[in-house]
C-alpha cells in the first residue's frame, strides 16, 4: 500500500477536527442545523488554514443523510460518495487551470438539472482569483440567482484581487492565521498516533517554521520524520533539516554586531555556511529574534507576549539592555530590506554579511537612525570623560576621606602650572544628601534617556540642593536654560526619577552668571559628625 502524506492522512473530516477556525465552524454548523444555508460563499485566507477542507465538509454536511449537531456523520452512503470522489453533486474546480469563458459557460449548463442524490449540487472553486475577466463575468448571474438546489464555495488566498461585483453576492469568511500553540498541539497529537517520538521544543519549532499554516507543518514534520526515520525528532534534528540555527547563534551575533566585533560577525557567517544552513531562513528567523529583543525592552508585560520560556526571557532582557530602541529598528530595518533582496540574489553571503557591517559600523549608513546611533555612541565616550572639576572634587574628596590618591594631570590650569582652586565643602542634612547623591550619580545616564531637545540641553549641566526633596539644574547657556525652564519638562524629568528611584523629588532651574566650573563638595551631617570624631589609640 503507497504512503499518504500526513496533511492528506489527517485532513479534517467533520467540523470537530477543523482547528483555529471555530468562528468559521459555528457559523456553518448553525446554518446546517437551522436550514438557513445561503447560495453562495467565499472563503479568503492564507495557505493552509482549513478553507478547502471546511468546503468539502460543508458540502458533505448539506446532504448528510444523518447530520449530527451540525456536522456530517460520514457514514451514510452520500457522504462517502462524496468523501471519496465519486459523487455527481459536488464538483471541484481549479479555476487556476480552468479559467476560461468556457469552463463558466459548462457550470451554467450543469446548473439546470437538480441533484440525483441529496439535497444540493455544490460547486467548490479554488483559487478563483485566477478566472479571467470573461470568467467573471459569465459567472456573474448565475452567482446572483442560482437554482434553489445549487451552492457556490469560492476559495483564494488573494482577495484583492476578485470583482466586488463578486464579493457582493457571497458570504464571506475570512480565514485566521494558525495560532503557534493550536499547530503545536495538533502536531503532537499526530505524532502520537502514528507512533513518533518528538521533542516539544521540536514541534514547537516545526510549527512556528510553518507561521500559521497547518499543512505546511505537517509537510514539514513529515519532511522531518523521513530525514530521521526510527529515530526519535530532537530540536537538533528538525534545525538540520530545515536548514535553521539556534538562539544561541542568534545571540552570539547579536552581541558582536552591538560591539562592532565585525571580524566576529564575518566569522560566525563563515561557520553557518559550512554548516549548510539557509541564509534566507537565517534572515528570516534573525529579523524575528530582533524583534523579540524590542518588544523586550518597550512592553511592559513581555512574558505575556512572547512565547518563550523564562530562561530565554532573562537572557531576552540582558540582551536588549545592551542597545536602545532606535539601535534595534535600525537593525530590523538592514535585515528586512535584506530579506527581499535575497529572495532573487545569486551571491546571498556577500549581501548577508554587506547588511553585517552596516550594523557594526553605522557611518557607512546615511539615514536617520544610523545618525542617531552615532550620535549616542559619541555620547557615551564623552560621559566617559570626567571634567577638570569633577578631577579636582574626586581630589579633594580621596584627601578628606585619608586615602591617598593621585589625580591625573591634563586640566588645563594644571598644565599652564596654575595651582586648581580649593573646592568648597557644605553639609548638608542627610535627606537632601541622599537625594543629590541618588540622581547626581546617573544625571548623565538619565539625561541620555529623555527626548533629543532636552537630551541635548542638558548637556554640561549640574545639580545643586535646593531644600528638602528638591534640586536645582544648573545651567551655563542661557538657550539650554530656556528650553528646561518649563513646567512640563521638569515634570517629565520628575516622572523619570520617579520610576527609575521611586522617589518623589521636584527640580527647577538656575542660570549661572559664569561659565567657569564650580567646584563643590557635598558631606552629609552624619557623615561629618564621624569625621571629627576624636581617635583614640588603645594599647
Same mark, same amino acid.
Not at 60 to 74: F, I, K, Q, T
Not at 119 to 140: C, T
Not at 382 to 403: F, K, R, T, Y
Given at each position: 500500500?503507497?504512503?499518504?502524506? *500526513?496533511?492528506?492522512?489527517?485532513? #479534517?473530516?467533520?467540523?470537530? %477536527? ?21 447560495? @453562495? ?12 477542507? +471546511? ?70 472553486? %479554488? ?54 500553540? /493550536? ?10 498516533? =502514528? ?51 539556534? &538562539? ?20 560566525? +557567517? ?14 528570516t528567523d534573525f529579523i ?13 508585560? @513581555?512574558?505575556?507576549? $512572547? %512565547?518563550?520560556?523564562?530562561?530565554? $526571557? ?6 536588549a539592555a545592551l542597545a ?29 554579511? +554587506? ?6 559600523? #553605522? ?13 549616542? =555612541? ?6 566617559? +570623560? ?17 586615602? !591617598? ?26 535627606? !537632601? ?16 534617556? *529623555? ?11 549640574? *545639580? ?7 534640586l536645582s539644574i544648573e545651567?551655563?547657556?542661557?538657550? &539650554? ?10 515634570? =517629565? ?17 538656575? *542660570?549661572?552668571?559664569?561659565?567657569? #566650573?564650580?567646584? /563643590? ?17 588603645? %594599647?
Amino acid at each position: 500500500m503507497s504512503y499518504t502524506a *500526513l496533511y492528506r492522512k489527517w485532513r #479534517p473530516a467533520s467540523f470537530e %477536527d477543523v482547528k483555529g477556525q471555530d468562528h468559521i465552524v459555528k457559523t456553518l454548523k448553525n446554518q446546517v442545523e437551522s436550514g438557513r444555508i445561503g447560495h @453562495a460563499y467565499l472563503f479568503c485566507g492564507t495557505r493552509g488554514t482549513g478553507k478547502t477542507s +471546511i468546503a468539502k465538509i460543508f458540502a458533505r454536511a448539506v446532504n448528510c443523510e444523518h447530520p449530527a449537531d451540525g456536522s456530517p456523520c460520514n457514514e451514510c452512503e452520500t457522504c462517502r460518495r462524496i468523501k471519496e470522489g465519486t459523487s455527481l453533486n459536488v464538483v471541484e474546480i481549479d479555476a487556476a487551470s480552468n479559467n476560461g469563458v468556457e469552463n463558466i459557460r459548462e457550470i451554467r449548463e450543469q446548473v439546470q438539472y437538480p441533484p440525483t442524490e441529496g439535497k444540493y449540487r455544490v460547486y467548490i472553486i %479554488d483559487e478563483v482569483h485566477m478566472l479571467s475577466i470573461g470568467a467573471f463575468n459569465a459567472l456573474l448571474k448565475t452567482l446572483e440567482e442560482p437554482p434553489s438546489y445549487v451552492i457556490f464555495i469560492l476559495a483564494t488566498t488573494e482577495v484583492h484581487k476578485i470583482p466586488i461585483t463578486i464579493l457582493s453576492r457571497c458570504q464571506r469568511y475570512d480565514f485566521k492565521r494558525i495560532s503557534l500553540d /493550536t499547530i503545536a498541539g495538533r502536531l503532537k497529537e499526530l505524532t502520537e498516533a =502514528e507512533h513518533i517520538e518528538a521533542e516539544e521544543r521540536a514541534l514547537r519549532y516545526v510549527a512556528k517554521a510553518a507561521d500559521g499554516s497547518m499543512r505546511d507543518a505537517l509537510s514539514l514534520l513529515d519532511q522531518c520524520t523521513a530525514f530521521h526515520f526510527g529515530e526519535p525528532l530532537t530540536y537538533d534534528n528538525v534545525l538540520e533539516v530545515l536548514g535553521a540555527v539556534d &538562539n544561541s547563534v542568534f545571540s552570539q551575533l547579536f552581541r558582536a554586531a552591538v560591539e562592532g566585533r565585525t571580524r566576529d560577525c564575518i566569522q560566525t +557567517i563563515e561557520e553557518i555556511v559550512i554548516q549548510g544552513r539557509e541564509l534566507s531562513q537565517f534572515v528570516t528567523d534573525f529579523i524575528w529574534y530582533l524583534r523579540n529583543l524590542l518588544i523586550v525592552q518597550s512592553a511592559d508585560d @513581555a512574558e505575556h507576549i $512572547l %512565547d518563550t520560556s523564562m530562561e530565554n $526571557l532573562a537572557l531576552l532582557k540582558e540582551e536588549a539592555a545592551l542597545a536602545d530602541g532606535n539601535t534595534l529598528m535600525r537593525y530590523i530595518r538592514i535585515f528586512s530590506e535584506l530579506s527581499g533582496q535575497m529572495r532573487y540574489a545569486s551571491q546571498k553571503r556577500v549581501l548577508l554579511e +554587506i547588511a553585517l557591517i552596516k550594523l557594526t559600523k #553605522p557611518s557607512m549608513e546615511q539615514n536617520l537612525d544610523s545618525v542617531l546611533q552615532r550620535i549616542s =555612541e559619541l555620547e557615551e565616550r564623552l560621559a566617559g +570623560i570626567p571634567s577638570p572639576a569633577e578631577l579636582a572634587a574626586l581630589a579633594a574628596a580621596g584627601q578628606a576621606s585619608g586615602i !591617598q590618591e593621585v589625580a591625573g594631570s591634563g586640566a588645563g590650569s594644571e598644565a599652564a602650572g596654575e595651582e586648581a582652586a580649593q573646592p568648597e565643602t557644605v553639609v548638608l542634612p542627610k535627606a !537632601q544628601y541622599e537625594d543629590l547623591m541618588t540622581v547626581k550619580g546617573d544625571w548623565g545616564k538619565l539625561s541620555r534617556r *529623555l527626548g533629543g531637545a532636552m537630551r541635548v540641553a542638558l548637556q554640561g549641566t549640574s *545639580l545643586k540642593p535646593a531644600g528638602e526633596g528638591c534640586l536645582s539644574i544648573e545651567f551655563t547657556d542661557i538657550n &539650554n536654560y530656556s528650553i528646561m525652564n518649563q513646567e512640563n519638562r521638569l515634570a =517629565e524629568i520628575k516622572e523619570l526619577v520617579e520610576s527609575e528611584y521611586h522617589r518623589t523629588i521636584e527640580f527647577k532651574t538656575h *542660570l549661572r552668571e559664569t561659565s567657569a #566650573p564650580v567646584s /563643590t563638595i557635598y558631606v552629609s551631617d552624619e557623615d561629618l559628625k564621624v569625621i571629627h570624631d576624636d581617635i583614640e589609640i588603645e %594599647d
